[in-house]
């Protein structure tokens, strides 16, 4: 709305499309149900059970097991795997419950059938399982929908897709948060940077990719172009705005982490949108930094490339937590000896 303000901004686990976010999240607690329901899924199956299958069927899809998952994209993850036999009742689903996780990990659609907010990503259900899934509604989205939306008597138990066409029709405030060009933006001069964790429990980073899309869209504009002004990166492994198995310090947040890194335009996001505003020259990939248990007193445990999208950080061979193993490569085909597939 303000579009000479800023001369650069860093958005990490931006929340974008923010009405259909709230409903995107008040959608779990009547998907879940309760936590003293029957088929209710408990912390500690997400945490495990389901994260441990998540992790077998899709962790080695870019060639490296390792506890991350490089492009959620690619994991199509199938629950069935974990259903119950008929001698079993323990350390696996029920037919609801396997429903359920499919319900969990499908995009929302509403009335008119088109999309209303992406799927969760795979992966994300580590820390998901503690507030989306907890059996109980997102308190974020329930005070939105009876404090902004409705009124006080507005039960989350009973949350609807109708629900979700409300809040848009009503945009509060021009709170939608999903413009179709910045091209007054760039026109002053503005450069972007967004970052999201692959593994984000509050917002699922494929939504960051489909406004990139949406963007590209909007303003004619092709990756080439947008990376003018206009950059995306994924980071594989973090959660939302921090933390996670992977390389998830960029120098996001200040304190002790971000302390850990230099303040340098290949290991820092917001030093890398100085060195773009400042000097006009941008990065084409950030080194994110894992210290070990995430101490950085305890000295790094690996780093990792991030590319800008659309390109992918692809497996090349060899040690995986050294970075001349990966390169930034179109997300075409994956570069690796073994198992190539296509998207």
């Given at each position: 709305?303000?579009?000479?303000?800023?001369?650069?901004?860093?958005?990490?686990?931006?929340?974008l499309?923010f009405?259909?976010?709230?409903?995107?999240r008040?959608?779990?607690?009547?998907?879940?149900?309760?936590?003293?329901?029957?088929n209710?899924?408990?912390?500690?199956?997400?945490?495990?059970?389901?994260?441990?299958?998540?992790l077998?069927?899709?962790?080695?899809?870019?060639?490296?097991?390792?506890?991350?998952?490089e492009?959620?994209?690619?994991?199509?993850f199938?629950?069935?795997?974990?259903?119950?036999?008929?001698?079993?009742?323990?350390?696996?689903?029920?037919?609801?419950?396997?429903?359920?996780?499919?319900?969990?990990?499908?995009?929302?659609?509403?009335?008119d059938?088109?999309?209303?907010?992406?799927?969760?990503q795979?992966?994300?259900?580590?820390?998901?399982?503690?507030?989306?899934?907890?059996?109980a509604p997102?308190?974020?989205?329930?005070?939105?929908f009876?404090?902004?939306?409705?009124d006080?008597?507005?039960?989350?138990?009973?949350?609807?897709?109708?629900?979700?066409?409300?809040?848009?029709?009503?945009?509060?405030?021009?709170?939608?948060?999903?413009?179709e060009?910045?091209?007054?933006?760039?026109?002053?001069?503005?450069?972007?940077?967004l970052?999201?964790?692959?593994?984000?429990?509050?917002?699922?980073?494929?939504?960051?990719?489909?406004?990139?899309?949406?963007?590209?869209?909007?303003m004619?504009?092709?990756s080439?172009?947008?990376?003018?002004?206009?950059?995306?990166?994924?980071?594989?492994g973090?959660f939302?705005?921090?933390?996670?198995?992977?390389?998830?310090?960029?120098?996001q947040?200040g304190?002790?982490?971000?302390a850990g890194?230099?303040f340098?335009?290949?290991?820092?996001v917001?030093?890398?949108?100085?060195?773009?505003?400042?000097?006009?020259?941008?990065?084409?990939d950030i080194?994110?930094?894992?210290?070990?248990?995430?101490?950085?007193?305890?000295?790094?445990?690996?780093q990792?490339?991030?590319?800008?999208?659309?390109?992918?950080?692809?497996?090349?061979?060899?040690?995986?937590?050294?970075?001349?193993?990966?390169?930034?490569?179109?997300?075409?085909?994956?570069?690796?000896?073994?198992?190539?597939?296509?998207d």
């Amino acid at each position: 709305m303000f579009p000479g303000d800023f001369n650069g901004i860093v958005a990490g686990s931006p929340a974008l499309d923010f009405n259909n976010l709230q409903s995107w999240r008040a959608n779990f607690f009547p998907i879940t149900g309760p936590n003293t329901s029957s088929n209710f899924i408990s912390r500690s199956s997400w945490t495990t059970l389901i994260h441990d299958e998540v992790l077998n069927q899709c962790d080695g899809l870019d060639g490296v097991i390792d506890g991350i998952i490089e492009d959620p994209r690619l994991c199509s993850f199938r629950p069935e795997a974990l259903i119950c036999k008929e001698d079993t009742s323990t350390n696996c689903l029920t037919s609801a419950q396997v429903k359920m996780v499919q319900e969990i990990f499908s995009p929302l659609y509403g009335e008119d059938e088109n999309l209303v907010y992406p799927a969760m990503q795979p992966g994300s259900e580590v820390l998901a399982a503690g507030n989306l899934y907890a059996g109980a509604p997102f308190s974020y989205s329930e005070s939105w929908f009876k404090y902004v939306v409705y009124d006080p008597s507005w039960d989350a138990a009973h949350f609807s897709i109708h629900d979700a066409a409300v809040a848009e029709a009503l945009n509060p405030s021009n709170i939608r948060t999903w413009p179709e060009t910045l091209f007054d933006f760039q026109k002053s001069g503005g450069k972007m940077i967004l970052f999201h964790g692959g593994q984000d429990n509050q917002i699922t980073s494929f939504n960051t990719e489909r406004f990139y899309r949406f963007l590209s869209l909007g303003m004619q504009a092709s990756s080439n172009e947008l990376d003018e002004f206009f950059r995306f990166f994924r980071i594989p492994g973090m959660f939302h705005c921090n933390s996670g198995p992977g390389a998830w310090v960029v120098g996001q947040g200040g304190g002790a982490s971000a302390a850990g890194v230099p303040f340098k335009s290949a290991n820092n996001v917001l030093a890398a949108l100085v060195q773009w505003v400042e000097n006009g020259d941008m990065v084409e990939d950030i080194v994110g930094t894992k210290f070990v248990n995430d101490s950085v007193n305890l000295g790094v445990a690996f780093q990792h490339r991030h590319c800008r999208y659309p390109l992918r950080s692809t497996y090349l061979g060899g040690d995986f937590k050294l970075l001349s193993s990966w390169e930034c490569l179109p997300i075409v085909k994956r570069a690796t000896n073994e198992n190539s597939f296509y998207d």
